[in-house]
């Protein structure tokens, strides 16, 4: 027969064994919570830090003349803004410039053009044109851009954009990339394309 005072140290010790395995699970199920709440606070400023895509919502092009090695054209761009990104990261009033490329190859950089009607915090719409006037842009480009529109009836362009930026310690300028956009020549028209297809995604660079 046990003696009493030996169950009674038998049910303290399990009672302490049980105890400390509770303390343990709640610290660790604690400390997990602490983690996983500073890896999404984290996220969430990377997120916040992060700049945002824009859009290509439209874009026109307009031959004056192309001879083989010579390209008279205009482009007009409309850009879609997203709301995260007028006041937080480029100036309600600035400017925007783009550069746009055939095969990698830099056919003209459009003029600063001032913009000076954003809201904050608003997704919005901010156009820019560039244009040759009888530029002489190669041998091999001008026959490969020729070609694309006499047996195509499509032609692609490459598309980088230069907003002015507003965050503190920056350069000034907030670039974008985006992928390439295709024009679609309109049906009994060799001088005028749109887009077609989705709309061109630009990311910053």
Known sequence: MMAPGKGK??????????????????????????????QVKDRMKQEEARVPNIE???MDFRVQNLRQTRLSANWDI?????ERLPDKFICLQGDLQASLFYKGVTLVTSSRQRYNNLKAHSPQQLRVSASISEEDIGGLIGKNINKD????????????????????????VLRYVCDETTLRFEPGSGMKATAFGNNTTCVSF
């Open 9 to 38: 140290r038998k049910e303290d010790y399990r009672s302490w064994i049980w105890l400390s395995l509770v303390l343990v699970i709640y610290f660790l199920v604690v400390g997990y919570i602490i983690r996983f709440a500073e």
């Open 56 to 58: 290509v919502a439209s």
């Open 78 to 82: 409309l850009v879609r803004i997203p």
């Open 149 to 172: 529109i006499k047996e195509k009836r499509e032609v692609k362009f490459g598309l980088q954009l230069f907003l002015t930026d507003c965050r503190e310690n920056s350069t000034g």
